[in-house]
């Protein structure tokens, strides 16, 4: 069983940073695809970014291209996902999710172990 716990949420003015962490445990972190998703009020979960197993494949959705920055250490068994130039559109409980094989998806539907969440939450 793995699991998957975010951190670093929290209360950022519009252009503030932000990293969230997401630590995994239970399996072979070297060897799975990770992604972070983001789910606002009234809305459906949306895909942010995912990076492969090695971090050689990186996805990002759209609109955080150029503010926000995947990575993970393999050795920590942590992904993290670096947020820079936050909009108040960013508000949103975010997600990590491991996928049990080596590359990375946008589709959530792939994605077998997710974390509670962490709530970021970005004011004007």
């Known amino acids: 069983q793995v699991q998957v716990v975010e951190s670093g949420g929290g209360l950022v003015q519009a252009g503030g940073s932000l990293r969230l962490s997401c630590a995994a445990s239970?399996?072979?972190?070297?060897?799975?695809?990770m992604g972070w998703f983001r789910q606002a009020p009234g809305k459906e979960r949306e895909f942010v970014a995912a990076?492969?197993?090695?971090?050689?494949?990186?996805y990002y959705e759209d609109s955080v291209k150029g503010r926000f920055t995947i990575s993970r250490d393999n050795a920590k068994n942590t992904v993290y996902l670096q947020m820079n130039s936050l909009k108040v559109e960013d508000t949103a409980i975010y997600y990590c999710?491991?996928?049990?094989?080596?590359?990375?998806?946008?589709?959530?539907?792939?994605?077998?172990?997710w974390g509670q969440g962490t709530q970021v939450t970005v004011s004007s």
């Open positions: 999710a491991a996928r049990l094989l080596a590359y990375a998806t946008r589709q959530a539907a792939e994605y077998d172990y």
């Open positions: 239970g399996g072979t972190f070297s060897s799975y695809a």
């Open positions: 990076i492969s197993w090695s971090g050689s494949s990186i």
